[in-house]
């Protein structure tokens, strides 16, 4: 995955943005709702040559993730039980990153209220 498709299917989810709270090196993708506070589902330096991107993962789909495929890690400055570093440059399909990525987002919009889930349109919680 490049970092333009990194970067565009970050930002198609429901109330995503990007911010950069760390420097102009660092796209944070965020995600708010109803003018709540703004949750971080994604952390990528999209000019960097070997492009990845820090996802947040349920501890023990993280620690299979990491058994099964080299190209993902405990997420570099990251709380390694819930964040994955992913390598875009590797082996690894586009459409699983796109569901990692995914997978990051629903569980940061699973912690927001029932309001702002409402607002976003999401409606995984009830389908998952």
Known sequence: MDAEKLQKT???LPG????????????V???????????????ADLDHPK???????????????????PE???????NKTHWNGVD????????????MIEDSYDLVVASLTRRDREALGWSRLAQG
């Open 29 to 43: 993708f965020k995600v708010r709702a109803a003018g709540g506070p703004a949750k971080m589902f994604a952390l």
């Open 16 to 27: 995503a943005f990007e911010d950069f709270p760390f420097g102009p090196e660092a796209s």
């Open 72 to 78: 993902i890690a405990g997420a570099y400055h990251m």
């Open 88 to 99: 875009c440059t590797g082996n690894l399909l586009d459409d699983m990153i796109r569901d």
């Open 51 to 69: 492009l990845s991107v820090s996802l947040k993962c349920e501890p023990a789909l993280a620690e299979q993730l990491r058994a099964a495929h």
């Open 10 to 12: 970050c930002l198609d």
